[in-house]
């Protein structure tokens, strides 16, 4: 079956360091990557997604690129803000019926002034 | 207002209660779905409705039940909740046939506490 593995967390950094957050899946066929992000109190919003092989989502300064011969899609940022401290979840949408996510553990990031 | 609200969010019981989580939704989704949220575990869904006459389990729907009243309204219910059951749950929706993007909209959460 589906599977989302990210590394586990809590990744602290001082503020204007830069973020990876390590995502690996496994699947068939070709899903879609979703990064969704949780912060304090609320419920998860997506962040960004990449629906084929070598596509690359970005927002708010956040990239992650699809990378089907590693299977990865690894999140990354060049500056990190202490607003971005919060968890932070990979996901795939597979084959299945209805597009099922299916998530990873969660990283917890905080970022320190 | 949030177009996911759900209620309450925040509850203690005891072991042996019954207990209702509502979700609401003003985003017109036909699909809407309940995750529950351990540390360490992600989400990990435990029913999802299609629409209102469709409701199916996820991985983990033991010792719950869900009733979608309509499409905008689907709960969740714990017929006797006991102490592992404590845990976020999340209600979530997305769009379906072409629309469906994979993406979910979440509401932000209850918070169950069984003693």
């Known amino acids: 079956g589906n599977s989302v593995t990210q590394m586990e967390g809590p990744v602290t950094l001082s503020e204007e360091a830069f973020l990876t957050i390590n995502c690996t899946y496994t699947a068939t066929g070709y899903p879609s990557l979703f990064w969704y992000v949780q912060y304090p109190g609320e419920g998860l919003q997506l962040l960004l997604k990449?629906?084929?092989?070598?596509d690359k989502g970005s927002n708010k300064g956040f990239e992650a690129t699809y990378r089907k011969e590693t299977t990865s899609f690894h999140l990354e940022k060049g500056s990190v803000q202490v607003s971005d401290s919060a968890v932070y979840f990979c996901a795939l949408s597979g084959n299945n019926a209805g597009n099922m996510l299916t998530f990873g553990g969660g990283t917890r990031l905080m970022v320190k002034p | 207002d949030a177009d996911v609200t759900q209620t309450p969010r925040n509850r203690i019981t005891k072991t042996g209660k019954r207990i209702m989580l509502e979700c609401s939704q003003t985003k017109g989704h036909d699909r809407m779905y309940w995750y529950r949220q351990d540390p360490g575990l992600g989400l990990r869904l435990i029913y999802y409705?299609?629409?209102?006459?469709?409701?199916n389990k996820g991985e983990i729907s033991d010792g719950y039940s869900v009733s979608r009243q309509a499409q905008a309204k689907f709960s969740l219910s714990l017929e006797s909740a006991i102490p592992n059951q404590t845990a976020l749950y999340f209600c979530a929706t997305s769009d379906s046939g072409l629309r469906n993007t994979g993406e979910l909209f979440f509401g932000e959460g209850s918070r169950l506490t069984v003693l």
């Open positions: 990449a629906t084929k092989a070598d």
């Open positions: 409705s299609f629409d209102v006459k469709d409701i």
